[in-house]
């Protein structure tokens, strides 16, 4: 069964991000799901044909990560953006954050912080089950940095197309942008 682009045209008009900058992110999403389909068609017939021990087959399987890795965190990023109501600070995640950060404040300087640094990737808030913890982590290239088994609660692309555009080198002004439009609702159903 084939992946399908999802219909992320509601944030059009979002405060801080400009209609060509989100339909240019748009279609680099799109290209994910492509590809993401595109690769595992070709991983099926290969193993049809029996070309498993071939360098091609070993290429595509590493990658099919990098394709659907992007396809899936372009979907949690674009999925908590578009609101602009505050975190409750007594919901689940609000606890969460206080119990494992000392504070909000904390926990947004460190999440800013991480989100600044040189290098492209992702930031993304995690939360470990068993351990009842939250991270801060970054994730570098879609496939390298993720946390074993910790879901994604809060996705913030820094990858250069998801802000150059409209702010050039101004990454702590996206930032700022990004955090004006955060759904959180959004993650807080990723925690529940």
Not at 58 to 81: Q, S
Not at 111 to 138: E, H, K
Request: net charge negative; glycine share 8%.
């Amino acid at each position: 069964m084939a992946f399908t682009a999802k219909d992320y045209s509601k944030l059009i008009g979002m405060e801080g991000f400009s209609n060509t900058l989100l339909n240019n992110h748009f279609t680099l999403y799109q290209g994910y799901v492509t590809n993401t389909n595109k690769v595992a068609d070709a991983l099926t017939a290969m193993l049809k044909e029996g070309k498993t021990a071939t360098p091609e087959y070993a290429e595509l399987k590493r990658r099919f990560g990098w394709e659907f890795n992007g396809m899936r965190l372009h979907e949690l990023y674009f999925e908590n953006l578009g609101d602009k109501k505050p975190l409750v600070k007594a919901g689940v995640l609000g606890k969460l954050i206080e119990a494992n950060f000392g504070s909000y404040e904390t926990w947004e300087q460190d999440f800013r912080a991480t989100g600044a640094m040189r290098g492209i990737g992702w930031v993304v808030l995690y939360y470990d089950v068993p351990s009842c913890r939250l991270f801060n982590q970054w994730v570098n290239e879609h496939d390298v940095g993720h946390l074993t088994g910790a879901e994604p609660i809060l996705v913030m692309d820094v990858f250069e197309h998801a802000y150059m555009i409209d702010y050039g080198l101004k990454r702590a002004d996206y930032i700022a942008a990004f955090f004006k439009n955060i759904n959180w609702r959004a993650a807080e159903d990723r925690v529940k």
